[in-house]
């Protein structure tokens, strides 16, 4: 019998994929705290829309839809902002490497 279950990125312990995780490759090894300084700095690069979005989505954890009651907007567009930044922040970490 075909399982329907989700295949998900890896994740942090609070069960959330975390930024490093969204933007690493799979053969990547997990990044220490340099690389997290490191992306942060990259996140302050971003637009506020898109820097705002993602902190509130992948650094701090919160959900589309809690993401999108804190900052008045629908989850659709949080989720457009948040994937639009992590785009940036993959073609500033592709340009850097």
């Known amino acids: ?3 329907l279950l989700p295949i998900a990125p890896p994740c942090h312990g609070d069960g959330e994929p ?3 995780d969204q933007l690493a490759a799979p053969e990547q090894e ?3 705290p340099a690389d997290d300084l490191a992306l942060e700095q990259l996140v302050d ?3 506020a829309a898109q820097a705002t979005a993602l902190r509130l989505t992948v650094l ?3 959900s589309l839809r809690a993401a999108a009651e804190q900052l008045q907007i629908s ?3 949080v989720q457009r902002v948040q994937k639009k930044a992590l785009n940036a922040l993959r073609q500033q970490l592709l340009g850097a490497g």
Do not use: D, F, T, Y
Request: aromatic share 0%; proline share 6%; hydrophobic share 55%.
């Open 18 to 20: 975390g930024l490093l």
């Open 1 to 3: 019998m075909l399982s």
């Open 60 to 62: 701090e954890g919160l």
């Open 30 to 32: 997990a990044a220490g």
């Open 45 to 47: 690069q971003l637009p």
């Open 75 to 77: 989850a659709m567009s």
